[in-house]
């Protein structure tokens, strides 16, 4: 029995129920919007079911049916993207297309470097990325529409592989003329009448909060947003202070308001970034290279688009 589908309408499809237009499939996978507007009327044609709802002012919805499919379509392209690796690692070459995830907290300073790096190393492969945070990032390898991430070490499932590259410990984040913003370390007593932004994303809030929690300290919460520029700029303007694992190397927030990084006092948990992905991807020869490209760029020295530096540690309190 012919298949009443192609690999390319099925890329296609997804695009389009993951952006929510054809206008917006069109720009991430770099067709016409006629093209894929085709593409999606000859599925619907050939398989007989209606798979988008067209809403003119809100672009397009799944249908039931669209939903179902949609499922089953991702499932294959996963299993297409296996083969098309089977055949990479036999001829032993590092080609073809990396799905990569970021925290959308440091995606910014790391992601496209580490993309550029790897695909001047390896001049066959492609690497798409997503920025998501690090729920959305567990469910996207277990759906298989990553193959591998860049997150922290938070409450990873038993299913996944968490590889570890760098700790990188708590900072306080300071309005730049704040009274605490000159010292070397800042503890969380100093901080316990101080107004605080928090970065209230999955599992990095439980990170923080836990932090405050070990030393029997409760912060006094001012401002959430799930936005770490945002948090910058309400830290600049005088909202509070916040805590973050992130050192830019522009310090400054979005608006050009000056800030300090100053570390956070005392023996707490570092927050650990390191590569995720599914149980037995190593054996994939793209993977095993991405994996080794990450290790060499991301060290104790050296973070793409972050400062490092020596940490006083517990026994340096240092004020």
Not at 271 to 286: F, H, K, P, R, Y
Request: glycine share 6%.
């Amino acid at each position: 029995m012919p298949l009443r589908f192609t690999i390319r309408q099925l890329e296609y499809l997804v695009a389009v129920a993951e952006a929510g237009s054809i206008a917006g499939a069109a720009d991430r996978v770099n067709v016409s919007s006629p093209s894929i507007s085709a593409a999606i009327s000859q599925l619907e044609a050939d398989f007989g079911h209606q798979f988008f709802i067209r809403k003119h002012a809100q672009g397009l919805s799944l249908t039931q049916t669209g939903r179902q499919f949609l499922i089953q379509a991702r499932k294959v392209l996963h299993e297409a993207r296996t083969l098309n690796r089977l055949a990479d690692d036999i001829s032993g070459k590092v080609q073809g297309t990396l799905a990569l995830g970021c925290l959308l907290t440091f995606a910014q300073f790391m992601a496209p470097q580490l993309r550029r790096g790897f695909e001047t190393r390896h001049e066959g492969v492609r690497v798409t990325q997503s920025e998501l945070n690090h729920e959305e990032i567990i469910a996207g390898l277990r759906a298989g529409d990553l193959d591998i991430a860049l997150t922290y070490d938070l409450d990873i499932p038993s299913d996944l592989v968490f590889l570890p590259l760098v700790a990188l410990p708590p900072y306080v984040i300071l309005p730049a003329a704040h009274p605490l913003a000159g010292r070397s370390q800042v503890s969380l007593a100093d901080l316990r009448d101080q107004p605080m932004v928090l970065l209230d994303l999955p599992f990095s809030t439980e990170y923080f909060l836990s932090v405050f929690k070990a030393s029997g300290i409760r912060p006094r919460i001012a401002e959430r947003t799930r936005d770490l520029a945002v948090v910058r700029s309400l830290v600049a303007n005088g909202f509070g202070y916040a805590i973050a694992n992130i050192r830019p190397l522009n310090e400054n927030a979005p608006d050009g308001r000056p800030l300090r990084f100053v570390p956070l006092a005392g023996d707490n948990r570092p927050m650990v970034m390191g590569l995720l992905m599914a149980e037995g991807s190593d054996t994939i020869l793209t993977l095993r290279a991405f994996v080794d490209h990450c290790r060499d760029v991301v060290t104790e020295d050296s973070v793409p688009g972050m400062r490092m530096q020596p940490w006083p540690g517990p026994a340096e309190n240092r004020t």
